[in-house]
């Protein structure tokens, strides 16, 4: 999964001095973010199966379930962003996150801009199947090359913002079975702050009960 490795790379330097020659002449227009409630309101649905409980990756900003038995590629950190992917056991399919600490706020679909340009070059027979925006206002993609076949989406709050994607080798038979893991993992994918507010508010509310079952 070389060239989803080289996403983050490519996020991490050259697209964030273009994000930021962007939002100067784009007037730095302020992004628009998802609130917690959206995103702990859209956990509810979501269906874990197969997935490992939360864990939340500090270096990346964010809380994810990660599929049972895939394996963690090492974190890389640079100033500006950090980057990691966790693989399945055939080696074909992957699952990764790559956060930007931006040093203005920009609109989530810049990054979405970015991330497509990038499976879709040209030069390496890329093409852009599609392009959406879900319930919760992010932008998505899918696009392939002569080599893998991606699908991603960008989330920002404030100077915070990441790129989350999916993808397979497309010199082997998909495996829907790992494919339908890994989009149910990235659909799990929350910020970190956001993970804390919904584990407060689940602790609230035991507590809650439990005082209520005492009073009986």
Sequence with gaps: MGKLLRLGRFVGFSSVVMLIAMASLSGCQLAPTVTAHQFIRHQAIIDFAGLKSPITV????????????????????????????????SRSNAVGVVYIKLPIPLPASTLAWFAKREYAKKSDDGRLIAEWTDSLGRPWFEAENSRYHARGCAMVRGTDAWILYYGFKRDQPPKPDELLLAARSLDACVPADVRKQQERQQQLRARAMAQSDDAR
Excluded: C, N
């Excluded at 270096?59 to 399945?88: C, M, N, Y």
């Design 58 to 89: 500090d270096g990346l900003k964010t809380s994810i379930a990660v599929p049972v038995d895939w394996e963690a590629s090492p974190l890389k950190a640079g100033g500006l962003f950090s980057h990691q992917q966790w693989r399945s056991p």
